[in-house]
């Protein structure tokens, strides 16, 4: 079963040879995009998350056959090539790094919730964070993490004064 899809901005094209491979499996060990991670392997933990066509998705319960024509977008395709994403620096600059098991995900989570609404409340930074769970923290750095690339975008998109 050949799919084509897009990842990262790169046009991919896979065989998948069998219809019931995970999108998670088919970008670790096909595309050796190996940030996204393998959680709980049933949708809750949100380790695996990535976004789909601007949605956050949990690649676990996702098959890679339905992802034919989609957008997909890992933790490996956010930074350029001379910074960091703002998210990313942003869990860098509020040390929201522990272990660093569950980062890939929250940093997709935010990055999606962002993309989706740039000035988010704080029951929806909460509700995004929690989508995710992170075994080492409460949560207080990641949600500063939020705060801070919230932060750090609306600077970027700031006109810059003469």
Not at 19 to 43: P, S
Not at 135 to 152: M, P, S
């Amino acid at each position: 079963m050949l799919v084509k899809f897009r990842v990262n901005g790169d046009p991919v094209e896979i065989n998948l040879k069998s219809g019931d491979r995970l999108l998670v499996d088919v970008l670790r060990e096909d595309l050796q995009l190996t940030g996204t991670k393998h959680g709980c392997g049933i949708g809750a933990c949100g380790t695996c998350t990535v976004i789909v066509d601007g949605y956050p998705i949990a690649s676990c319960m996702q098959l890679a056959a339905l992802c034919d024509g989609a957008e997909i977008r890992t933790i490996e395709g956010l930074a350029g090539s001379a910074a960091l994403h703002p998210v990313q620096q942003a869990f860098v600059n509020k040390s929201a790094l522990q272990c660093g098991i569950c980062i890939p995900g929250h940093v997709m989570a935010a990055c999606a919730l962002i993309e989706k609404n740039p000035a988010p409340s704080d029951e929806e930074i909460r509700a995004s964070a929690d989508s995710v769970y992170c075994r080492c923290t409460g949560y207080v750095r990641i949600i500063e993490a939020y705060k801070e690339a919230i932060a750090l975008i609306k600077a970027e998109k700031a006109p810059r004064k003469a």
